[in-house]
């Protein structure tokens, strides 16, 4: 029995190259080391999940009472983030997670694919361009290019709908990007490199997860080695003509 997931930061993006060559944009992302300050029980919370902390420097005057009293009854140091993750059983004999124990970048050694999920850049007070897409009007001279333009229902029904496309806050909203590959683990500095682009700004926390529903192979692609190792095994089970 083991934790799915972790919380960590967003360092920034780079680049990698494979063995091909090939390129491949990469997310930085500074994971654990993590503290589970309480796990949360079938029979007494309703579920199964863990609750974990991220391990960083926090003044003990920043906690208010009742976490203070919250992390010493677990016996585990303050945090500033708390997340709860789920609890994935293995095998019947493994020992189960307790709390004060740590949870590190290793869970993902046999992971290929991971969730990620942060909040997002905040943009502030936006118009519908920008917010939502919109075309906008006519750029010729005169016109107002970013303008929404009528909302109105003339006379009937006389009121703007709910849900209408509108201006205003852009941003910080919680997303989730799922099945990000990962490129590169860092045991020592507990580093986590995925493909592709995470949610939010640098230094933001994100929690990382192994991917739910990760993605399938391929059908019907091998490489070149393989399509060589094929043609010798048809090759060799063709019966020889006489």
Same mark, same amino acid.
């Given at each position: 029995m083991s934790v799915t997931g972790i919380l960590g930061k967003k360092i920034? !993006?780079?680049q990698l190259f494979d063995d091909r060559g090939d390129i491949h944009p990469v =997310?930085? +992302?500074?994971?654990?080391?993590?503290? $589970?300050?309480? +796990?949360? =029980?079938?029979?007494?919370?309703?579920?199964?999940?863990?609750?974990?902390? +991220? &391990?960083?420097?926090?003044?003990?005057?920043?906690?208010n009472k009742a976490m203070t009293g919250h992390f010493a009854k677990s016996n585990v140091p303050p945090v500033r983030e708390i997340r709860e993750v789920q609890i994935e059983f293995v095998e019947e004999? *493994? #020992?189960? /997670?307790k709390a004060g124990d740590r949870v590190?970048? #290793?869970?993902? %050694? *046999?992971?290929?694919?991971?969730?990620? $999920?942060?909040n997002s850049k905040g943009r502030g007070f936006a118009g519908v361009i920008r917010r939502h897409g919109f075309g906008g009007g006519p750029k010729s001279?005169? @016109?107002?290019?970013? &303008?929404?333009?009528?909302?109105?229902?003339?006379?009937?029904?006389?009121?703007?709908?709910?849900?209408?496309? !509108? /201006?205003? @806050? !852009?941003?910080? %909203?919680?997303?989730?990007?799922?099945n990000l590959r990962i490129r590169g683990?860092?045991?020592e500095d507990n580093l986590l490199l995925v493909e592709g682009a995470v949610p939010g700004a640098r230094d933001g926390y994100v929690l990382v997860s192994k991917s739910v529903a990760p /993605?399938?192979?391929?059908?019907?692609?091998?490489?070149?080695?393989?399509?060589?190792?094929?043609k010798a095994s048809k090759k060799a089970a063709a019966p020889k003509k006489k």
């Open positions: 920034g !993006m780079t =997310t930085v +992302l500074k994971v654990g080391p993590c503290v $589970i300050t309480q +796990l949360k =029980t079938q029979q007494t919370d309703g579920y199964s999940a863990a609750q974990i902390g +991220l &391990v960083e420097f926090v003044k003990a005057s920043k906690i004999g *493994e #020992e189960a /997670p590190t970048v #290793e869970i993902f %050694n *046999e992971t290929r694919f991971v969730d990620v $999920i942060g001279h005169g @016109h107002m290019f970013q &303008v929404q333009g009528s909302i109105g229902a003339s006379s009937f029904p006389s009121r703007v709908f709910p849900g209408q496309r !509108m /201006p205003g @806050h !852009m941003g910080t %909203n919680q997303v989730t990007v799922r683990i860092d045991v /993605p399938r192979e391929r059908r019907g692609f091998a490489g070149a080695a393989t399509k060589d190792a094929l």
